[in-house]
């Protein structure tokens, strides 16, 4: 290994300084280059501790409890910025450690854009992006981080450099591993380079929000919303025990300036029958759709998890939701609720726990964004079923044979 890789960060962040479940790291990597990120993963295997891919951490698990005591963090800030656009294919391609706001604004510029708009957006890496499947409330429009990456570049847990899809607008050839490493959130691999699929710049958009004090009206405001304007780009409500029995409706759209005049005067239609009067105005709106963007991701929680319901039970499912959580967001058109602990009290996290078990005997899906500190807890958390368990056993050890990176990510897995 190259002395540039080996040598930790001298001013590592304070991100990249924190430990990982109450455990101190070994050191902080920071390599320049695939090669060394190589390097760097194959070291850690044959000492036998874990590597902890980590770029500005905005939606990292932070209580996660390395098996062996033993890990490193691998910073990807030194691997590039380099953004490069092909606007007449539609094409962006980016370093993995391109802060999301950058390349945005570089392709707005040649008229383009991606169509996602994650949490913290000017502080998150491209990579991080990726790894998170940090779609925002765009998922509503536009599905998926994944379904935006058309080619990427990575370093497994073999050490190994490899490529995944292509550089065209159109690939139809073999399995789309874009899909399979996006939301992986490190356990795959070391995300290096993406290429994104991009559409053009909206005319115009908007944000509105609307407080509404009871939360069974807004609840139902908010489905009435979604189903007599299904063109909307999202449609969310936010709460929390914060504000008790009470709600934020938030929604947006893009277009022309006619198309969105028409969609206020029918948004505000559909929420007067409810008997909402006002929205609120933009730089309000654009502050709750952030605050909405991080609880989807489950940013700055104790303890958070997201579940996917069908969409016919999205109504009942989030009443259900809001009665257990400090903190709540509902994405209604594609039935994906997430909830958090904003404490890192035991009492909130059991109810999480709780929350997660009923909703699997119900059929439904759910995810761990932020685990509970509490390593009794953690055990209280529902088993996978021993198919999903051995697929996801069968990835990593495809991609991460020996286990050496994001340990103790896919615990509940083993």
Same mark, same amino acid.
């Given at each position: 290994?190259?002395?540039?890789?080996?040598?930790?960060?001298?001013?590592?962040? +304070?991100?990249?300084?924190?430990?990982?479940?109450?455990?101190?790291?070994?050191?902080?990597?920071?390599?320049?280059?695939?090669?060394?990120?190589?390097?760097?993963?194959?070291?850690?295997?044959?000492?036998?501790?874990?590597?902890?891919?980590?770029?500005?951490?905005?939606?990292?698990?932070?209580?996660?409890?390395?098996?062996?005591?033993?890990?490193?963090?691998? !910073?990807?800030?030194?691997?590039? !910025?380099?953004?490069?656009?092909?606007?007449?294919?539609?094409?962006?391609?980016?370093?993995?450690?391109?802060?999301?706001?950058?390349?945005?604004?570089?392709? &707005?510029?040649?008229?383009?854009?991606?169509?996602?708009?994650?949490?913290?957006?000017?502080?998150?890496?491209?990579?991080?992006?990726?790894?998170?499947?940090?779609?925002?409330?765009?998922?509503?429009?536009?599905?998926?981080?994944?379904?935006?990456?058309?080619?990427?570049?990575?370093?497994?847990?073999?050490?190994?450099?490899?490529?995944?899809?292509?550089?065209?607008?159109?690939?139809?050839?073999?399995?789309?591993?874009?899909?399979?490493?996006?939301?992986?959130?490190?356990?795959?691999?070391?995300?290096?380079?993406?290429?994104?699929?991009?559409?053009?710049? &909206?005319?115009?958009?908007?944000? !509105?929000?609307?407080?509404?004090?009871?939360?069974?009206?807004?609840?139902?405001?908010?489905?009435?919303? !979604?189903?007599?304007?299904?063109?909307?780009?999202?449609?969310?409500?936010?709460?929390?025990?914060?504000?008790?029995?009470?709600?934020?409706?938030?929604?947006?759209?893009?277009?022309?300036?006619?198309?969105?005049?028409?969609?206020?005067?029918?948004?505000?239609?559909?929420?007067? &029958?409810?008997?909402?009067?006002?929205?609120?105005?933009?730089?309000?709106?654009?502050?709750?759709?952030?605050?909405?963007?991080?609880?989807?991701?489950?940013?700055?929680?104790?303890?958070?998890? &997201?579940?996917?319901?069908?969409?016919?039970?999205?109504?009942?499912?989030?009443?259900?939701?809001?009665?257990?959580?400090?903190?709540?967001?509902?994405?209604?058109?594609?039935?994906?609720?997430?909830?958090?602990?904003?404490?890192?009290?035991?009492?909130?996290?059991?109810?999480?726990?709780?929350?997660?078990?009923?909703?699997?005997?119900? +059929?439904?899906?759910? @995810?761990?964004?932020?685990?509970?500190?509490?390593?009794?807890?953690?055990?209280?958390?529902?088993?996978?079923?021993?198919?999903?368990?051995?697929?996801?056993?069968?990835?990593?050890?495809?991609?991460?044979? @020996?286990?050496?990176?994001?340990?103790?990510?896919?615990?509940?897995?083993?």
């Amino acid at each position: 290994m190259t002395a540039q890789a080996t040598e930790p960060l001298t001013e590592p962040s +304070s991100t990249a300084a924190s430990c990982l479940g109450g455990v101190q790291p070994k050191a902080t990597y920071a390599p320049a280059t695939e090669q060394e990120c190589a390097e760097i993963i194959l070291e850690a295997q044959s000492a036998g501790y874990g590597v902890v891919p980590v770029g500005a951490s905005t939606c990292m698990d932070m209580n996660l409890s390395p098996r062996g005591s033993a890990y490193a963090w691998l !910073h990807t800030g030194r691997l590039g !910025h380099d953004v490069q656009i092909a606007a007449s294919d539609s094409l962006v391609t980016c370093s993995a450690a391109a802060p999301f706001a950058t390349v945005q604004g570089l392709l &707005r510029q040649a008229n383009q854009r991606i169509a996602a708009d994650p949490p913290y957006a000017a502080e998150a890496t491209v990579g991080g992006v990726v790894a998170a499947n940090a779609y925002g409330l765009l998922r509503c429009s536009s599905g998926p981080v994944g379904d935006l990456v058309v080619a990427m570049r990575m370093v497994t847990g073999a050490g190994e450099v490899i490529k995944a899809g292509a550089r065209v607008v159109k690939n139809a050839a073999g399995y789309d591993l874009c899909r399979l490493v996006a939301g992986s959130r490190g356990a795959l691999g070391v995300i290096t380079e993406v290429t994104f699929r991009t559409n053009p710049v &909206r005319q115009k958009t908007l944000e !509105h929000a609307a407080d509404v004090p009871d939360l069974t009206q807004g609840l139902s405001a908010a489905w009435a919303l !979604h189903e007599e304007l299904p063109r909307l780009d999202y449609v969310a409500v936010l709460g929390g025990q914060d504000q008790p029995n009470s709600c934020t409706i938030l929604y947006g759209a893009s277009g022309s300036a006619q198309y969105l005049g028409s969609v206020e005067i029918q948004a505000s239609a559909v929420l007067g &029958r409810h008997g909402i009067m006002a929205s609120a105005s933009d730089p309000e709106a654009a502050s709750a759709a952030e605050d909405a963007r991080r609880c989807l991701h489950g940013c700055g929680m104790g303890s958070a998890i &997201r579940l996917s319901v069908p969409r016919a039970s999205g109504l009942a499912a989030a009443t259900y939701v809001a009665a257990r959580s400090e903190r709540w967001v509902w994405l209604v058109p594609c039935g994906i609720l997430a909830a958090g602990a904003l404490s890192r009290s035991d009492t909130a996290a059991s109810r999480l726990v709780e929350m997660c078990g009923l909703v699997l005997e119900r +059929s439904h899906q759910c @995810v761990w964004l932020r685990k509970p500190l509490d390593p009794g807890l953690a055990r209280r958390l529902p088993a996978l079923s021993p198919s999903v368990r051995r697929l996801i056993q069968g990835l990593k050890s495809v991609f991460d044979p @020996v286990g050496v990176l994001s340990p103790g990510l896919l615990d509940g897995a083993q």
